[in-house]
């Protein structure tokens, strides 16, 4: 993402993980706010990919899609579940969207959260 904000926001996300760990209150408010952005920037997938999260939070009160394990360039869903840690990863790939492989780890991401629901 380009806006400053939202660089900003992504960081605060990324430390409150860190600190509390998924925090509903005030998580989910962040993602929406982040998406915010992301639509202001016009990015699609990143919009859907956030909405899709922020709503998987809302109904599980966890992040519950696995972490991505990238083994020989093809994307392959870790068994442990790991929720601060995945959603960390989801987050953080967002900062860097001029990375082909973020895009593609955004597209599993967002295929895994339509899958779960």
């Known amino acids: 993402m380009e806006n ?3 660089l ?4 605060k996300i990324l430390n409150d993980l860190d600190k509390t760990g998924i925090n509903t209150d005030t998580l989910i408010s962040d993602i929406k706010e982040l998406r915010t952005y992301a639509l202001e920037e016009q990015i699609p997938l990143v919009v859907k990919v956030l909405r899709l999260t922020y709503e ?7 992040f519950l899609i696995p972490m991505l394990v990238d083994e020989d360039d093809d994307v392959e869903v870790e068994t442990e579940n790991e929720p601060v840690e995945s959603l960390k990863y989801l987050i953080a790939l967002i900062k860097n969207l001029n990375n082909r492989i ?3 780890d955004l597209k599993e991401y967002r295929d895994l959260l339509n899958q779960y629901n």
């Open 8 to 11: 900003k926001l992504i960081d």
């Open 56 to 62: 998987h939070i809302e109904e599980n009160d966890s």
């Open 4 to 6: 400053k904000a939202a």
């Open 102 to 104: 973020n895009i593609s």
